[in-house]
């Protein structure tokens, strides 16, 4: 079986962000792969450790040169090989990503029976592109998945779902959306790292040129109003905050 | 202003909240009721759609949605951005060639152009998105519409599921103290690391479920084994916005912030004046949480909420 990782890259999320003109200032900015992607990095090459059928883990970025970053970092983790889909660092939603990434897969030729990718992407703060991944490839998925079980042509997969936790089975090829606790991601070390150097990277082209939606202005968040202290000892503070959540923010 | 599907699945507060929306953008409303409620008859729409989709699969939603859309003819789905709402949304975008304009806080339509707000990097930027000409898809945190308690009489029209046998449930496993997850709570009662221990936790819970919501707690008190991972809020946990957030003895780290940030109100409990919890709140205390959390439990449960 061939088994494919996407990881993105994103802004350390430790790192100062500054807000250019209408923008997102990327000078400065430290690029690393997505804390989410790394688990699909993880769970992919555990596969091909634990299984003799798997053939190749490939890994697939969408971006500027950060994406290298990543699919480096993708690579020095075990992934064979990354493919890097070139777009600049301007601002794309998730549908593009996931559209240049279906059809990335779909001119390519290869067929993956396992596509890997985080639950989140921490830049867009957003969950969609994987289903629209598996949509566009008309395969199932499953998302925010903490326990994988891979068998013959079927991935049996544990998600929480309200509060409880729901087994899927799904048929392949299909996608798997990994969340937090899946696996524990390796640290590669040095070696590994100079390895995947050498390792091939190819870089292609996207299918699309623009995103559907348009981003018109990005602003700081305007933080909520100055917050109310509530003084007294905390008898009278209880009352106080029961009376105000009550009566002047009326959330209770 | 063109016709509106709105989609109410099993979180139906949260579903709600679309119809107001659905309003202020204007156009005809349709509903599209996944699942077998006795609601369907009464939504505010003129046709309400519905199929019988006992538990979701993404699919089998997809399939349904994309059928209400051909039939009600919308250039508009609004949906919440709650856990299935987030899964299903995208699925329909790429099924239908559509737009999606994902976990909006805020929605507008300017002479006939929808512009929404959207949180990004973490939630430390703001970005007002405008959707495409065609078909959008809409996902929209809860809490950032009131829930409508408006009725009406819509015609009720069955969409036939379409079963796909690539996916299938194999078992749900219901939390053995049948408590509610983060994701989707309407109030939420967070501990940090001062908590100091498992049990301590419990005066949280209490405090929550008086309030009718649930419990969450920061990454230290989660690495410090006092709650489990899925009750993490915050950037590298589960991203809430609840009406109501009361954060007890967490100082506000910015991946837990990005994480609580979008909450219609926010109480901290801090003893430390400066905390940066302190700059997002709606109402702060300045006070030991252990000296605080006690006395709101009595008093809440002297004069108990209304149900």
Known sequence: ?252 | MGNTLVIVESNQDASMQMFTAAKELGGDVHALVLGTCDCASVLPCSTAYQVAIDRYTPLAAADAIAKAIELSGATTVLIAATQIGRDVAPRVAAKCGGALLGDCTSIANENETIKCTRPVYGGKFVATVQASDGLNIITIRPNTFATSTETGSPSVQEIEKNSDSRESILAVEEPTNNEMGVADADVIVSGGRPMGSEENFAQLYELAHLLGGTVGASRAAVDEGYQPVARQVGLTGTVVAPRLYIACGIDGAIQHLAGMRGSQVIVAINTNPDAPIFKVATYGCVMDLFELVPPLTAQLQASPQPA
């Open chain 1, 1 to 252: 079986m061939k088994i494919l990782a996407i990881t993105n890259a994103v802004p350390d999320p430790r790192g100062t962000l500054k807000l250019g003109d209408n923008h997102i200032e990327p000078s400065g900015v430290k690029w690393a792969i997505n804390p989410y992607d790394e688990y699909a990095a993880e769970q992919a090459v555990q596969l091909r450790e634990q299984r003799e059928d798997v053939e190749e883990v490939v890994a697939i970025a969408v971006g500027g040169d950060e994406a290298v970053t990543a699919l480096r970092h993708a690579m020095a983790m075990g992934a064979d090989r990354g493919i890097h889909i070139a777009c600049g660092d301007v601002w794309h939603d998730d549908m593009f990503v996931a559209k240049c990434i279906a059809d990335a897969i779909g001119a390519s030729g290869d067929s993956y029976d396992l596509i890997l990718c985080g639950k989140t992407n921490l830049s867009r703060d957003s969950e969609s592109m994987g289903p629209a991944i598996a949509e566009f490839l008309g395969m199932p998925h499953v998302g925010s998945v903490i326990d994988l079980e891979v068998g013959d042509g079927i991935a049996k997969a544990t998600h929480r779902v309200a509060g409880s936790n729901e087994t899927v089975e799904i048929k392949l090829p299909g996608l798997i959306m990994c969340d937090k606790t899946l696996v524990d991601p390796r640290y590669p070390p040095l070696p590994k790292v100079m390895q995947a150097r050498k390792k091939p990277l190819e870089t292609i082209e996207p299918s699309t040129e623009r995103s559907k939606t348009t981003i018109v202005d990005f602003s700081v968040p305007t933080e909520k109003g100055a917050c109310t202290m509530i003084e007294g000892s905390a008898q009278e503070m209880a009352t106080e905050l029961l009376r105000v959540l009550r009566e002047e923010a009326k959330v209770l």
